[in-house]
Nanobody, 115 residues
Framework: QVQLVESGGGLVQAGGSLRLSCAAS????????MGWFRQAPGKERDFVAA???????NVVASVEGRFTISRDSAKNTVALQMNSLNPEDTAVYYC?????????WGQGTQVTVAS
């Protein structure tokens, strides 16, 4: 059974940092793009960052320079280092693993940034 389990969310003051981690299990994810989406209250789930199997990273413009994605393909993990957080970053953050055959999602982890 495939599982993606996020950790590292929480409450932080504006300007602070958090590091999210996602551990995937149940199959090999070496051929999958892995990354993060987020969903703020009352809004759609939006792309945040992703890293391909070749190590190419892509982040949305609104977090560029503040968020960094990293990946350990041998351990099936992906992380999101979030710095200079602001209240607009408050959302549930979801880990994903995507390939031609489909996409897997984690259950989400809440990030709340207090002003």
């Amino acid at each position: 059974q495939v599982q993606l389990v996020e950790s590292g969310g929480g409450l932080v003051q504006a300007g602070g940092s958090l590091r999210l981690s996602c551990a995937a299990s149940g199959r090999t994810f070496s051929s999958y793009t892995m990354g993060w989406f987020r969903q703020a209250p009352g809004k759609e789930r939006d792309f945040v960052a992703a890293m391909t199997t070749g190590g190419n990273a892509n982040v949305v413009a609104s977090v560029e320079g503040r968020f960094t994605i990293s990946r350990d393909s041998a351990k099936n993990t992906v992380a999101l280092q979030m710095n200079s957080l602001n209240p607009e970053d408050t959302a549930v953050y979801y880990c994903f693993a995507s390939a031609i055959l489909g996409t897997y999602w984690g259950q989400g982890t809440q990030v709340t940034v207090a002003s």
